[in-house]
């Protein structure tokens, strides 16, 4: 096929002799027809939401229009606009719409695509949505009604539901004849949100591809890729309950899908998805770079192209996906399906075009291609490509790294490699677990082999596979999962699990779950005490709604023992429970007899908070009576403080490292937080930028930021994703969103995050900001830990203690004040605050605590330099002393322990038998707890009976040591004892044994 658009269509026409629109549009056109089409009737356009689910846990990726409109739907929330308009970006990877494994091989499926869609929320229903739609496909779209087919739903007699004969009479009255209006069941024809909920009965549109003339009714819905759905028109009316019947809603809706790619390609005159100008581009960037044969379009796997040419499709279809979620702030850490689709194309790239660095050129044509219409593609493309050169940094490492097993597997099944083997420790074992039982599958109906559930589950729950790696998996071996059957498996689990979670806590769950929710708006009503720099909570009145004692509900607790655990529900309640990574608050619930009982743990259950309190002496509780909520104000206080540091602190991050920066974890306490940080950039969080850091977050305290915070839904965060930073793959909820702002008119600090933790009202409230210790925990990834509030002038002061502390033996080192001993002794003690001081709560900046030990170790080595120069003297002085008093005349040999060795870290024995060349010498050494010695006869001296090694020897076998000579040297004139540990005790006895041996078998062999 040819890139030109206008050549593919002619191409198209003349191949199979027929007529399509006049005008081959561009994809940016198709798709602004469509909008602009609805636009006109009345419909409001609503910008794609990102690919990355905020609000719905049940999804890896946003994989459908109707995704951002799910609270609408299920009525939580108020829509915006009675008709909506857009176009969407979906990815299919996993679960039930699973795409990944037939794209490339095949002209329509793709990992990521986009959904143009329109909506009615109550308006319109369904003549209106089927006379649009019919509109715009024959009408501006231009296509041939000889070539659509339309379906229906044919009803279900055990829901009671009836075909939907009003959908008939709407195709037929827009003037479809009987035999092209097709009516299919529930799998076809009825859609479902989910188990329960919103659900109704759906209208298709399928295209003939082939142009033929006859009626093909008989292949509509068949799995033919010469005729396929080109749009869905589902009506929803009806609610699914929890038993299964559907029920009538008292609001109808409107929910359409039709594929942008498939459009495309229909306007473009192309059989395939691919022969489009979405997707030409991107092969001739890839042509171009890896220099191979160009693009052929083939699907047959018997053609000589075929399998470059589904490696091209692979490749491109990869790079939109990556690019769509990257550029909407999805991590690979975060999750698995991405970084799996990244290595693929990496490997990909590697294989099948010699390229480690395709990617790395292809995404930004993708950002070309789709910029226009999704600008953050456009905007976050350098943030993009620094996280895939990441990655693909980190993958060459695991494979090069990757075990000898592991490394085995992947040459013997070359294929398992774009799987996360390399970080699964369990996956050899259960590969190779699934090779032992897998000629014992049995064989369902459609050939393919069986995985028994049990043993699915013990690949997930013992070996550690994911359910992504195990479909995975089970695609490249050609194998069927039993997926019912393995979720049953894992539903047992959690109920297990909840069961044991549940009597770990001790409380009746579903007795728990049946009360109301209790108000905790007052956990946020809170004031700042500005003389004495804290924060006070208002005590509240609340009403006892279940008492739990030893994991029973019981009307009254009385006469139990001190110290016990209760827990009690209350109607409304001021303590925050540990969320967003800020801990519970403590504090003491007071009876109406006065009694206080201290609150040792919040909890939440559903909305229901959980109070743990220790049972007091005295103390009564019965149901519906009235206690008293009060917090304790200082380790509230402190939480404030450090929840509100780890915005600023995350804001300044970003801004310092100007790279990639996203949060992994934090943990906010009265006494400090702690924040991990995955960071991809070339700016690392090194000392420099750790001090630029700090000083940030201490200017915008100095500035007095006012912080804002206000309330938000769902819909509003989709509309201001770009400026807010979230924490990837945290989910939140529909409504109720706290939003904290932070932002400093000056440009220097700009913080929006979500956040359900408790704040300041102004950044000056902080008072100050210390980082204390940041550790590096993987790759780009670092633990990051800090105090404000009264903690972090304290430690500021510390520093600024330790750096003069510092400066001061820098000095008296150059100046020569003092003596290298008190020198030494004076770099030690402060060495040992630097490292231990915690263990004395002693809190001292990161950045003082680095440098002023590279400064203490630079001053430490100078001193050992000195001393280790001094040291040699005292050697060379004790042997020359050791000579003088043993002329040669009297004293024919030396035997001597050299004490000044004592003093050294290390010592070169040879240095001091040089000393001696004229005579035999022998010389033992203790240093550091290990003893040494060595020998040296002159040549004139040896004998069969007396030579070094046999000499050395004698002192050896005291030590329980070897000896030999030096490496190229004869162990007849020279040799040495290897080095031994020897208990201090021990010492003094078996030197003098050993000095006794050597003298005495020198006496009785050397020749005289």
Not at 480 to 489: G, K, P, R
Not at 535 to 557: F, G, T
Not at 659 to 688: A, I, P
Not at 726 to 754: A, F, K, T, W
Request: hydrophobic share 35%; proline share 4%; charged share 25%.
């Amino acid at each position: 096929m040819q890139i030109n658009g206008q050549k593919v269509c002619l191409a198209f026409r003349r191949h199979y002799g027929t007529s399509l629109a006049k005008n081959c549009a561009s994809a940016s056109s198709v798709r602004q027809h469509f909008l602009d089409f609805f636009l006109s009737s009345n419909h409001k356009f609503v910008r794609s939401s990102p690919v990355v689910p905020f609000c719905d846990p049940t999804l890896a990726f946003v994989n459908a229009g109707m995704n951002q409109f799910k609270g609408v739907l299920l009525g939580r929330e108020t829509p915006l606009h009675r008709r909506v308009v857009n176009s969407q970006k979906c990815v299919r990877v996993g679960g039930k719409h699973n795409d990944l494994n037939v794209v490339g091989t095949d002209g329509y499926h793709h990992t990521f695509f986009e959904m143009l869609g329109n909506w009615s929320f109550g308006d319109y229903f369904k003549e209106e949505a089927c006379r649009l739609a019919w509109s715009l496909i024959t009408g501006p779209l231009q296509i041939n009604p000889q070539r659509l087919y339309v379906t229906y739903f044919g009803g279900n007699e055990r829901l009671g539901l009836p075909a939907d004969a009003e959908c008939i009479e709407i195709w037929r009255s827009i003037g479809l004849p009987q035999e092209r209006i097709l009516p299919f069941g529930m799998e076809e024809n009825f859609w479902e949100m989910g188990q329960t909920g919103p659900c109704g009965p759906c209208s298709e549109i399928h295209i003939d591809h082939t142009l033929q003339t006859g009626n093909r009714a008989l292949s509509v819905n068949m799995g033919l890729a010469d005729l396929t759905e080109l749009w869905n028109i589902v009506f929803i009316q009806y609610n699914r309950e929890e038993d299964g019947t559907v029920s009538t809603l008292p609001e109808r809706h409107v929910d359409t899908g039709m594929g942008f790619e498939r459009l495309v390609a229909i306007q473009q005159g192309s059989r395939s998805n691919y022969d489009t100008d979405l997707f030409t581009p991107l092969f001739d960037s890839v042509q171009k770079v890896a220099k191979c044969e160009p693009y052929g379009g083939a699907f047959s796997a018997t053609a000589a192209t075929y399998q470059l040419d589904t490696a091209y499709r692979i490749i491109a279809d990869h790079s939109r996906m990556i690019l769509a979620c990257l550029a909407d702030g999805m991590i690979p850490d975060q999750n698995h399906k991405l970084r799996r689709i990244l290595r693929r194309a990496l490997l990909i790239s590697e294989r099948s075009f010699c390229q480690k660095r395709l990617l790395y050129e292809i995404i930004p044509r993708v950002a070309e291609v789709l910029g226009d219409t999704y600008p953050e593609m456009q905007s976050r493309l350098p943030d993009v490509l620094q996280i895939v050169r990441h990655e693909g940094e980190v993958f060459d490492n695991l494979r090069q790294a990757s075990s000898e097993e592991v490394k085995k597997l992947i040459k013997d099944f070359p294929h398992l490699e774009e799987l996360d083997v390399l970080d699964s420790p369990g996956f050899v074992l259960a590969f190779e677990e699934l090779q032992r039982h897998k000629m014992h599958f049995k064989v369902e109906s459609s050939g393919l082999p069986i995985i028994p559930s049990d043993l699915l589950f013990k690949f997930y729950d013992t070996y550690g596979l994911d359910r992504d790696t195990l479909e995975h998996l089970a695609c490249l071996e050609k194998l069927h999962m039993d997926l019912a059957a393995f979720e049953e498996h894992l539903r047992v689990a959690k109920r297990k699990s909840m069961v044991t979670r549940r009597n770990a806590m001790k409380l009746p769950g579903q007795e728990i779950v049946k009360l109301p929710e209790t108000d905790t708006e007052p956990k946020y009503q809170y004031s700042y005490d500005q003389e004495a720099h804290t924060y006070r909570v208002p005590p509240v009145q609340a009403k006892i709604l279940a008492i739990v004692v030893d994991r029973e509900a019981v009307q009254r607790a009385e006469d139990l023992p001190e110290g016990d655990s209760v827990t009690v529900v209350l109607d409304r309640s001021n303590f925050y429970h540990e969320s967003g990574g800020q801990e519970a608050d403590f504090g003491v619930i007071v009876l109406a007899s006065g009694v206080e009982m201290p609150v040792k743990g919040v909890e939440n259950l559903q909305n229901r908070l959980l109070h743990t309190v220790s049972w007091k002496e005295g103390a009564k509780l019965s149901l519906g009576e009235s206690v008293t909520l009060t917090v304790n104000s200082e380790a509230r206080s402190g939480n404030i403080l450090h929840h509100t540091s780890t915005h600023l602190l995350n804001a300044a991050v970003r801004r310092i490292t100007e790279g990639v920066v996203y949060q992994r974890s934090s943990s906010v306490t009265s006494t400090g937080m702690k924040m991990e940080f995955g960071v991809y950039g070339q700016k690392k969080l090194d000392v420099e930028n750790l001090e630029r850091v700090q000083e940030v977050v201490r200017s915008a305290i100095a500035k007095a930021i006012p912080l804002n915070i206000t309330t938000i839904d769902s819909q509003e965060l989709l509309r201001r994703n770009q400026e807010i930073t979230m924490v990837p793959g945290e989910v939140y909820p529909d409504r109720g969103l706290r939003l904290v702002e932070i932002l400093h008119e000056g440009g220097d600090l700009q913080s929006r995050e979500l956040c359900c933790g408790t704040h300041a009202r102004n950044t000056r409230e902080l008072e100050d900001f210390c980082l204390t210790s940041v550790k590096s925990v993987g790759r780009a990834s670092y633990m990051v830990s800090a105090v404000a509030g009264k903690a972090a002038i304290r430690a500021q002061e510390m520093g600024r203690q330790m750096t003069e502390d510092v400066q001061g033996i820098k000095r008296d080192l150059e100046t020569g004040k003092q003596q290298i001993e008190h020198l030494e002794a004076r770099v030690h003690r402060l060495k040992n605050v630097l490292q231990h001081g915690f263990q004395e709560n002693l809190i001292i900046p990161h950045t003082v605590k680095v440098s002023s030990l590279d400064i203490l170790n630079g001053i430490a080595k100078q001193i050992r330099s000195v001393t280790r120069e001094t040291l040699k003297e005292f050697i060379e002085i004790e042997m020359k002393n050791v000579l003088e008093d043993n002329p040669s005349d009297q004293s024919p040999f030396i035997v001597h322990f050299l004490s000044s060795a004592s003093l050294m870290e290390s010592v070169s024995l040879q240095k001091a038998t040089r000393l001696c060349p004229d005579r035999p010498i022998l010389v033992i050494s203790l240093t550091g707890g290990e003893i040494k010695a060595r020998c040296c006869v002159p040549e004139k001296c040896v004998t069969k009976e007396f030579t070094a090694d046999l000499w050395l020897q004698e002192v050896s076998r005291v030590f329980k040591s070897s000896c030999a000579a030096p490496k190229g040297q004869d162990g007849n004139f020279v040799c040495n004892m290897k080095a031994k540990k020897i208990k201090l005790s021990a010492v003094d006895s078996q030197l003098e044994t050993a000095l006794t041996f050597a003298r005495d078998y020198a006496s009785r062999l050397m020749p005289r």
